[in-house]
């Protein structure tokens, strides 16, 4: 019988460096897959989340190792919770261009919020624009 | 001749065969690097004809899918031909949500690919 992990929580903040972002993402798809999840939710979750990680960091907190990045995951068998939140003066949100239209489909930027949006199941940013908490609800397997 | 770490080049009938050294290609040092690599492709080396295999890559950032888009303004600039091929399920899922699969000419299998080039 496979040990299922039930449920797993993260909730830490960090300086606005990478490889520390990319650490603590490494942890959450560890714990993502002792709870069972696998094949395309994995991508998506990792896809999503380096978008998030890397915006707080490079455009909230302009890699300013004194301002803090803070993740809360939380991880059971059916869902996924991700907060990431920055201390950023934050962006507009509810206006984001969309990267697909033919003045901006061949610049080489924009897409992290769109993708974030298409590969979650839910997308919430605060008003402000520094925090995001993202939800997924785990595939459905379609039996054959 | 520029020199890789990032990629692995070879020739097939004129078309340069680019595969990636790295599985998972997240690491934003890294990036810069595939992109400066990739690039030098065309402005060092002057290849017109480039095939971008995905075969060995499980993961991509957006970071790397805008190395790909600068890559494609140079091609095209230098009126050379760019196609991508065997990628995954799930990395091909990226490219049509961002409907970069109209941008890039994606073909299932390097073979497919080789022929296009040749069409």
């Not at chain 1, 997308?123 to 785990?138: A, I, Q, S, W, Y």
């Not at chain 2, 690491?27 to 002057?46: A, F, M, P, R």
């Not at chain 2, 017109?48 to 091609?75: G, H, Q, R, Y």
Request: with cysteine; hydrophobic share 45%; glycine share 6%.
């Amino acid at each position: 019988m496979t040990i299922v992990q039930e449920h797993w929580s993260f909730d830490k903040s960090l300086p606005s460096d990478l490889e520390l972002g990319r650490v603590a993402i490494e942890e959450l798809m560890a714990a993502l897959c002792a709870a069972g999840w696998e094949g395309m939710d994995l991508f998506r979750i990792q896809m999503a989340l380096e978008e998030a990680v890397v915006n707080a960091i490079e455009h909230g907190n302009k890699r300013d190792s004194n301002k803090m990045v803070r993740l809360f995951f939380e991880v059971t068998p059916q869902k996924v919770v991700m907060l990431i939140s920055d201390e950023g003066a934050g962006f507009d949100h509810r206006n984001v261009a969309d990267p697909t239209t033919e003045e901006l489909i061949d610049k080489p930027r924009g897409r992290g919020v769109m993708l974030m949006r298409e590969l979650m199941g839910e997308v919430v940013f605060n008003d402000l624009g520094n925090e995001v908490t993202m939800t997924k609800f785990r595939s459905v397997e379609v039996p054959e | 001749m520029s020199t890789h770490r990032r990629i692995t080049v070879s020739d097939d009938g004129g078309v340069s065969v680019i595969r990636f050294v790295d599985k998972k290609i997240v690491d934003s040092g890294s990036i810069e690097q595939l992109g400066e690599e990739l690039n030098s492709l065309v402005t060092v080396d002057k290849r017109s004809m480039i095939l971008l295999n995905f075969d060995t890559v499980e993961f991509m950032s957006s970071a790397a899918l805008n190395k790909l888009i600068s890559l494609n303004t140079k091609v095209k600039a230098a009126a050379g031909r760019l196609k991508l091929c065997c990628l995954r399920a799930e990395i091909k899922e990226v490219f049509t949500i961002t409907r970069l699969d109209r941008v890039f000419d994606l073909r299932k299998t390097e073979a497919d690919a080789i022929a296009a080039f040749k069409l």
